[in-house]
């Protein structure tokens, strides 16, 4: 029996390069250690350390172990005991049982043809004469093995030769060897494809859980068990990846720098990290038919193909997966399919939530079968990408998508859940909350249990639902369910398109509808609901206020008002409206139902007839068309296009308008003014105090006037028209007669038709006319008619005529002062034109001419005479002006004055010549007279006196 040298020695005894001096001063350094289980924790690191800083390439130099524990440690081609490898690859194996002998026999190399190193045949197994196959010694059991072509470590038991295969405990069993090892044992190392193509036994691991950990998939593929720089320890651990690590039970580290640590762990991809239970991380690349690729190559992968994309994946957990690029997967039952996924917290996932629901199982879960990706774009593990996963049982299978939460599943791309049981169903979704849910694309949902499966949807709060496009549902059990839809508050429901529910239960049910407020209801198209208990019930309604209601295209506002007629308006307090186009505003405002488009605005007002209008304080509109307005004002129900303004008045006659205080206006057409104003006759007028218009087409203006005849009109104080179209103007006149007239103070035309009569202020006397058609006038102060339109002190001369007091006729205005261009006149031309005019008697025409005779001129004649002067016109030729006509006759007098002046002359002259004549005609009587008296003397003394016819003798001078 081999005697067993202590560690100690035997290292102490090795041969080593003259280069390696300080390696192996570490290793001594290490043995100087006091504690034995010091040594023996740290020394194996440092041969390991060792192995790789030294030359393992080509034809170096060798480092050997000769004869020292042979049965414990055997390296290189220079022990017979434990040859592991070919030409200068260097294996070291540690802790081979050292006793041997029966049972544990030593290990014996054959070469390809089954001969041993001697030319010789072993007895046991007979020769291989025909080459085709070669045999292996039973199993040893070391416990540790360094692979320094590889500068890999690993830990275990292991076989020489082809493993055993799948037939229970029974020994090994021929293999082909013109294939070489590593291409027929699905558990060898792959060592023997070396320049010379000779082929040697290899390693494989003993006691597998069964006979195809190491199989890829069922088609009988085999991949290399030991990677180069690569670490496994434990049991049955497997480190195939370059520079990969696997510790613990059946881990595997198939990936390049990759990691596998605790219990049937698989970190399958290049740079891959599983910690944990049954989890494996990353996945390997398959052929074009969807199985696994089965060539030599040692990353796994199809020759020329990258197999980079199924790096960097990290998995900590129990039954967890992280397969995609650069995922990662921290927690028990977690899964991350895609490429940069995250999967954080007990049962957490990425990628395809229906596999996971229906097919995934991490019990039944085979990473040497599953994990393979089909080929091309669009396969299983192309996506997700970038999904993140944070807690239990959270999902995310998006591209760009994040699960953060109890039960959060992110499931489309760009989504992001956050919360307990928090879910998003489509792309750029968000889902924020407690169990909050949103399915529509582009769709926000934070709170709890809230909803948003419409299309860039938005619901916010506590189980709100926004499952219409562009829909917004805030609050407490709010729902949005049409396009364009809001819903916020309390139990509000949008569920028209583009319709908005702000409140508490208020309810948007149509296109376009706004509700805001409390328990408000707009149900119609673009209806309108604001307030309390506001209802818009048709198309195109609006409600405001508390209480309101308002039918289609109606509009209620206030308090308790309704607008139940279409296109009506009801505003204020208990206001109501029930025709069509109407409108009630105020207090207790009414119109009826077949008012039509009637106005009912104030208090208590009532607008009954059709397109009627009452506004002030108790006002009614009974007519159709018309209007009251005020206080109590009225309108009759036959009062159509009626006025009614002011207090308690009243317009009863069709078309009539009654204005101002307790005023009437009874009469068709009429209209009264006023205060306690009667307007009782057709198309009458009453204006002023207690005025009275009775008659038709009358007119009553002023204080107690009356105007009670036909057409009449009274204006003034007591002013009275009681004839057919008569008038009185004034204080206390009276215009008695037909067609007459009094103006001014306390005149009469006494029953005169036609009269007219004018007095002044005096109210002492009463003047009456005294005949029909007669003009009175009676002014104490004279009487001044102007012509000119300048103002008094404007700086021209005032023009006309005037009556002055006490006067009897017209004076016209000659002051030489307003007068200019003075030029004489010509009175001997003048006379002796006046001599050419036709002068006369005349009548006008259509005068009576027995009746109406005059005397003068003819205005063309006068005009032709006298209608020009050295400067200009004088005058017209149809008219003949008084101050011209008197001017020319002052002319012409003057004239005939100065003829007669001539004349009376001339008479002097003549009277005088008379006088001498008289006086010598007296002187010559007188002496004729003595001749007589002397003759008759004579007579008598020559007649007898009894002669009769003496004394009858007239005596002549």
């Known amino acids: 029996m081999t005697q067993t040298l202590p560690l100690e020695q035997a290292v102490s005894s090795c041969s080593y390069q003259p280069d390696s001096t300080p390696l192996w001063a570490?290793?001594?350094?290490?043995?100087?250690?006091?504690?034995?289980?010091?040594?023996?924790?740290?020394?194996?690191?440092?041969?390991?350390?060792?192995?790789?800083?030294?030359n393992t390439s080509g034809a170096q130099a060798q480092v050997t172990l000769k004869?020292?524990?042979?049965?414990?440690?055997?390296?290189?081609?220079?022990?017979?005991?434990?040859?592991?490898?070919?030409?200068?690859?260097?294996?070291?194996?540690?802790?081979?049982?050292?006793?041997?002998?029966?049972?544990?026999p030593t290990v014996t190399r054959f070469d390809k043809m089954g001969a041993l190193q001697n030319g010789g045949f072993d007895p046991a197994y007979g020769a291989n004469t025909a080459g085709n196959y070669r045999y292996q010694?039973?199993?040893?059991?070391?416990?540790?093995?360094?692979?320094?072509?590889?500068?890999?470590?690993?830990?275990?038991?292991?076989?020489?030769?082809?493993s055993r295969p799948n037939i229970g405990n029974r020994p090994p069993i021929p293999y082909p060897s013109n294939k070489g090892l590593s291409q027929n044992s699905p558990y060898v190392v792959d060592l023997s494809l070396d320049t010379q193509r000779d082929y040697y036994d290899t390693l494989s691991f003993q006691r597998f859980w069964d006979n195809r950990e190491f199989k890829a998939v069922a088609n009988g593929g085999t991949r290399d068990?030991?990677?180069?720089?690569?670490?496994?320890?434990?049991?049955?651990?497997?480190?195939?990846?370059?520079?990969?690590?696997?510790?613990?039970?059946?881990?595997?580290?198939?990936?390049?720098?990759?990691?596998?640590?605790?219990?049937?762990?698989?970190?399958?991809?290049?740079?891959?990290?599983?910690?944990?239970?049954?989890?494996a991380a990353g996945y390997k690349k398959a052929s074009a038919t969807g199985t696994p690729d089965n060539s030599s190559n040692e990353n796994g992968v199809s020759a020329g193909e990258s197999d980079s994309e199924l790096a960097f994946a990290i998995c900590v957990g129990n039954n967890s997966y992280a397969l995609g690029l650069r995922s990662l997967v921290l927690g028990n039952n977690s899964f991350a399919k895609g490429p940069y996924n995250v999967a954080i917290g007990a049962g957490s996932a990425t990628g395809d939530i229906e596999y996971l629901r229906t097919s995934f199982n991490p019990g039944t879960f085979d990473p040497r079968v599953d994990v393979y990706r089909p080929t091309g774009d669009g396969g299983f593990f192309d996506t997700p990408r970038f999904?993140?996963?944070?807690?239990?049982?959270?999902?995310?299978?998006?591209?760009?998508?994040?699960?953060?939460?109890?039960?959060?599943?992110?499931?489309?791309?760009?989504?992001?859940?956050?919360?307990?049981?928090?879910?998003?169903?489509?792309?750029?979704?968000?889902?924020?909350?407690?169990?909050?849910?949103?399915?529509?694309?582009?769709?926000?949902?934070?709170?709890?249990?809230?909803?948003?499966?419409?299309?860039?949807?938005?619901?916010?709060?506590n189980q709100t639902q926004a499952s219409g496009q562009f829909s917004t549902a805030l609050g407490y059990q709010t729902q949005a369910g049409g396009l364009n839809t809001m819903a916020t508050g309390y139990l509000s429901i949008a569920s028209g398109e583009t319709s908005t529910a702000i409140g508490n239960q208020a309810q948007a049910i149509g296109v376009s509808t706004i509700s805001l407020g409390t328990s408000t209801t707009a149900t119609g198209n673009f209806a309108t609901a604001l307030g309390r208990q506001t209802l818009a019930s048709g198309d195109n309604a609006m409600a405001l206020g508390y209480l309101t209601q308002a039918s289609a295209d109606g509009t209620a506002m206030g308090t308790q008002t309704s607008a139940l007629a279409r296109y009506s308006t009801a505003a204020g307090y208990l206001s109501r409206t029930n025709g069509r186009y109407s409108v009630a505003m105020g207090f207790d405002a009414q119109t009826s139902l077949t008012a039509g488009a009637a106005i009912s605005m104030g208090q208590s007002t009532s607008a009954v007839g059709t397109n009627s209008v009452s506004m002030g304080n108790m006002t009614l509109a009974s007519g159709p068309f018309s209007t009251a307005m005020g206080a109590g004002a009225?309108?009759?129900?036959?009062?159509?296009?009626?006025?009614?303004?002011?207090?308690?008045?009243?317009?009863?006659?069709?078309?009539?308008?009654?204005?101002?205080?307790?005023?009437?206006?009874?009469?068709?057409?009429?209209?009264?003014?006023?205060?306690?104003?009667?307007?009782?006759?057709?198309?009458?007028?009453?204006?002023?105090?207690?005025?009275?218009?009775?008659?038709?087409?009358?007119?009553?203006?002023?204080?107690?006037?009356?105007?009670?005849?036909?057409?009449?009109?009274?204006?003034?104080?007591?002013?009275?028209?009681?004839?057919?179209n008569a008038i009185a103007i004034g204080y206390q006149v009276?215009?008695?007669?037909?067609?007459?007239?009094?103006?001014?103070?306390?005149?009469?035309?006494?029953?005169?038709?036609?009269?007219?009569?004018?007095?002044?202020?005096?109210?002492?006397?009463?003047?009456?006319?005294?005949?029909?058609?007669?003009?009175?006038?009676?002014?104490?102060?004279?009487?001044?008619?102007?012509?000119?339109?300048?103002?008094?002190?404007?700086?021209?001369?005032?023009?006309?005529?005037?009556?002055?007091?006490?006067?009897?006729?017209?004076?016209?205005?000659?002051?030489s002062t307003r007068k200019e261009n003075f030029r004489l006149a010509d009175g001997a031309a003048f006379l002796r034109k006046i001599s050419q005019m036709r002068?006369?008697?005349?009548?006008?025409?259509?005068?009576?001419?027995?009746?109406?005779?005059?005397?003068?001129?003819?205005?063309?004649?006068?005009?032709?005479?006298?209608?020009?002067?050295?400067?200009?016109?004088?005058?017209?030729?149809?008219?003949?002006?008084?101050?011209?006509?008197?001017?020319?006759?002052?002319?012409?007098?003057?004239?005939?004055?100065?003829?007669?002046?001539?004349?009376?002359?001339?008479?002097?002259?003549?009277?005088?010549?008379?006088?001498?004549?008289?006086?010598?005609?007296?002187?010559?009587?007188?002496?004729?007279?003595?001749?007589?008296?002397?003759?008759?003397?004579?007579?008598?003394?020559?007649?007898?006196?009894?002669?009769?016819?003496?004394?009858?003798?007239?005596?002549?001078?």
């Open 67 to 104: 004869e020292l524990n042979a049965p414990s440690v055997g390296i290189g081609l220079d022990s017979g005991k434990a040859f592991l490898n070919v030409v200068s690859k260097r294996t070291v194996l540690f802790g081979v049982d050292s006793l041997g002998g029966v049972g544990r």
């Open 734 to 815: 009276l215009a008695s007669g037909k067609n007459s007239t009094a103006m001014g103070s306390s005149v009469s035309t006494n029953d005169k038709t036609g009269s007219f009569i004018i007095g002044d202020s005096r109210t002492n006397a009463r003047y009456l006319n005294t005949a029909d058609n007669q003009m009175f006038m009676v002014f104490a102060g004279g009487y001044v008619l102007r012509t000119n339109p300048v103002a008094i002190n404007a700086g021209q001369p005032d023009l006309g005529v005037a009556v002055p007091p006490g006067g009897n006729a017209w004076t016209t205005i000659s002051d």
């Open 225 to 279: 068990v030991i990677g180069d720089f690569s670490f496994a320890s434990g049991a049955n651990t497997r480190a195939s990846g370059q520079f990969s690590t696997a510790m613990g039970y059946q881990t595997q580290a198939l990936g390049h720098f990759s990691t596998a640590l605790g219990y049937k762990n698989w970190a399958v991809g290049d740079q891959s990290i599983v910690l944990g239970s049954q989890s």
């Open 26 to 54: 570490g290793v001594l350094a290490v043995l100087s250690l006091r504690r034995p289980a010091d040594r023996l924790h740290i020394l194996p690191g440092w041969i390991l350390l060792m192995s790789v800083l030294l």
């Open 634 to 724: 009225q309108t009759g129900p036959a009062a159509q296009a009626a006025i009614s303004m002011g207090q308690s008045t009243s317009a009863i006659g069709a078309n009539s308008v009654a204005l101002g205080n307790a005023t009437l206006a009874s009469g068709p057409n009429s209209t009264a003014l006023g205060n306690a104003t009667q307007a009782s006759g057709l198309f009458s007028t009453a204006m002023g105090f207690t005025t009275q218009a009775t008659g038709p087409y009358a007119t009553a203006m002023g204080f107690q006037a009356l105007a009670s005849g036909a057409a009449s009109s009274a204006q003034g104080f007591q002013a009275q028209a009681t004839g057919e």
């Open 839 to 957: 002068l006369g008697s005349w009548n006008y025409k259509g005068q009576d001419v027995h009746t109406f005779r005059h005397y003068g001129p003819m205005a063309q004649d006068f005009f032709a005479a006298f209608g020009h002067d050295a400067l200009g016109t004088i005058g017209e030729d149809k008219a003949i002006n008084q101050a011209d006509f008197d001017g020319v006759n002052l002319i012409a007098i003057k004239a005939l004055i100065q003829e007669v002046e001539q004349l009376k002359a001339a008479n002097q002259q003549l009277k005088a010549d008379n006088g001498q004549l008289r006086t010598q005609l007296e002187s010559t009587r007188q002496q004729g007279q003595q001749v007589e008296d002397r003759l008759s003397r004579l007579e008598a003394l020559l007649t007898p006196q009894s002669a009769p016819s003496s004394a009858n003798l007239t005596q002549k001078p």
């Open 137 to 162: 010694n039973q199993p040893i059991e070391p416990k540790m093995i360094w692979y320094g072509n590889k500068g890999a470590f690993r830990a275990g038991g292991v076989y020489t030769g082809q």
């Open 387 to 461: 999904a993140y996963a944070f807690g239990y049982v959270a999902r995310a299978s998006g591209d760009y998508s994040m699960a953060l939460g109890n039960k959060a599943q992110a499931n489309g791309a760009s989504s992001l859940a956050i919360g307990q049981s928090a879910q998003t169903n489509n792309t750029n979704a968000v889902a924020i909350g407690n169990s909050a849910n949103a399915a529509g694309n582009s769709a926000f949902s934070i709170g709890n249990s809230t909803q948003a499966s419409g299309p860039s949807s938005t619901a916010l709060g």
